[in-house]
């Protein structure tokens, strides 16, 4: 049976307030002065152990979004979300959303139940007084959309701040930072503007729209901090397709000295080199797309021992 995944009519409208969200979130990842909710979180990873690869990813989960709940004082101790508080509750479901689905060991495992665990170790406790009612999964294609816009204010928080506080090695963040800005967003650019949202109508194409306006207020005081800001700032207008391949170059160039190594002193030699004379002159003539599917195989067991790693920016 699959989840009963949906996405409400505001659901993004959080993003207008999005600056206030970034600084709590970031504020629960980094808080590490709670101490009491430790033994609770390891109840929950008793309790859904086969949900999660291990302990630690569990209980970081768990402790993130119990500090994160307590900071957002207009919602404690309410099951049903305040009508004043809607947008309150839809960052932390959004949240909720985010941490689970990232840690958990495959998506055929529904939010829901995972976050009933957790909350199951807190109810009528200091930290929650009842059951939230307005915590649900949401569909995977709006949560990958929402992922992308918060990457994207992510990025735009971290230049307003250098904009601010005139920070050491303003060429390499701002170039860094405004680059990775490009490649994110000319995958959401696409979902609006290539055909898949004709009428540019959806939460994720307004809320990309008003993105796009405040990133371009950035314009004006970039150029008065001089040329060494603006030569290393890359306007939204000045995103394309070459911003995305040099991004893939730089991964792929990262990426052969370790598959070098991998066919030198792993079995994987062994096994291509024991392959070669077996092979017909018919069997030959496949031989590309047998390549292609082992360095996808291979490529797929990289990724689960470094972690999901690629163009994107990931700080969430």
């Not at 904009?163 to 650019?189: G, I, M, R």
Request: hydrophobic share 30%; charged share 25%; aromatic share 12%.
């Amino acid at each position: 049976m699959g989840c009963k995944a949906k996405i409400d009519s505001d659901s993004y409208a959080f993003f207008e307030d999005i600056k206030n969200y970034i600084e709590k979130a970031d504020n629960a990842q980094q808080n590490h002065t709670i101490t009491d909710i430790a033994s609770k979180c390891k109840g929950f990873y008793t309790t859904m152990r086969s949900s999660f690869e291990n302990e630690l990813i569990a209980t970081s989960v768990c402790e993130e979004l119990i500090k994160l709940y307590k900071s957002l004082d207009k919602i404690k101790d309410k099951s049903q979300c305040p009508n004043d508080s809607k947008n309150d509750c839809n960052f932390f479901n959004y949240w909720v959303n985010f941490k689970i689905s990232k840690s958990r060991l495959n998506e055929s495992i529904c939010i829901d139940p995972i976050y009933n665990a957790i909350e199951s170790q807190f109810t009528r406790t200091d930290h929650y007084g009842v059951e939230l009612a307005f915590i649900y999964d949401i569909k995977k294609d709006e949560l990958d959309k929402m992922n992308i816009l918060y990457r994207l204010y992510k990025i735009y928080t971290d230049i307003n701040g250098i904009l601010e506080n005139d920070s050491e090695d303003v060429k390499k963040k701002l170039s860094s930072l405004s680059t990775e800005c490009c490649t994110e967003f000319l995958e959401a650019n696409y979902m609006c503007n290539g055909g898949n949202d004709k009428n540019n109508h959806s939460q994720f194409c307004t809320q990309l729209e008003n993105f796009k306006t405040k990133y371009k207020g950035l314009y004006n005081r970039v150029d008065q901090k001089g040329s060494e800001y603006s030569k290393n700032f890359k306007r939204l207008s000045q995103c394309d397709n070459n911003t995305m391949s040099t991004a893939l170059i730089g991964t792929t160039v990262g990426l052969v000295p370790f598959l070098v190594g991998l066919y030198k002193f792993t079995p994987l030699r062994q096994l291509i080199n024991s392959n070669k004379g077996k092979l017909t002159q018919g069997y030959r003539n496949n031989n590309d797309m047998r390549n292609i599917t082992i360095m996808d195989q291979e490529s797929e067991h990289i990724s689960s021992q470094q972690g999901t790693y690629n163009i994107k920016y990931h700080s969430v």
